[in-house]
């Protein structure tokens, strides 16, 4: 009985706790307009990587690929969005956060996310590498290089669970 309960549970949940953001079917990048993230890769535990993407969508939650990362287009509708924007440090140091921004996109267009600050350097997707500062201050740009968003600070935190335990095996 309880085994059927957590299922049902699991089952409402995965189909009811997220509403995950489809592009109509309809959207076409002449009528839609993209949104790229940041995203490096990490190459060894000494080399974080760094998420910095599209954590909602008026809500809703965008839907990556299988193996895809925020790097890659995101089609939206043109106009009026209200953003929250994630980021993510990791394995070290890491630290996270999320601010929400207004947008307004043009159809045709395409919009890149643009970060400076955080904990470590990298790499924006224009090639202009951040050098790390207390705070991560994000915003959009369009293709031309024009901030189309308010500059908004990101507070990033470390999660408890990153204190290393080391428990020698016996």
Not at 50 to 58: A, E, L, M, R, Y
Not at 112 to 138: E, Q, W
Not at 150 to 156: D, F, Q, V
Request: aromatic letters at 8%; glycine letters at 10%.
């Amino acid at each position: 009985m309880i085994r059927k309960l957590a299922g049902l549970m699991t089952v409402t949940c995965l189909s009811g706790c997220a509403t995950i953001y489809q592009p109509p079917a309809e959207l076409t990048l002449q009528t839609g307009a993209t949104l790229t993230g940041i995203y490096n890769p990490k190459s060894t535990f000494f080399s974080p990587a760094t998420h910095i993407c599209v954590g909602s969508i008026d809500g809703e939650l965008p839907k990556y690929g299988w193996g895809e990362k925020c790097d890659k287009p995101l089609l939206l509708t043109a106009g009026t969005h209200q953003l929250q924007i994630a980021a993510d440090f990791y394995p070290f140091p890491s630290e996270s956060g999320f601010t929400t921004i207004p947008v307004t996109l043009a159809a045709g267009q395409s919009y890149y996310i643009r970060a400076t600050g955080g904990p470590i350097a990298f790499k924006n997707t224009n090639g202009k590498v951040s050098l790390p500062a207390s705070g991560l201050m994000v915003w959009i740009e369009d293709a031309s290089g024009k901030v189309v968003t308010p500059k908004t600070m990101i507070a990033l935190q470390a999660p408890a669970e990153t204190i290393p335990i080391f428990i020698p095996a016996k």
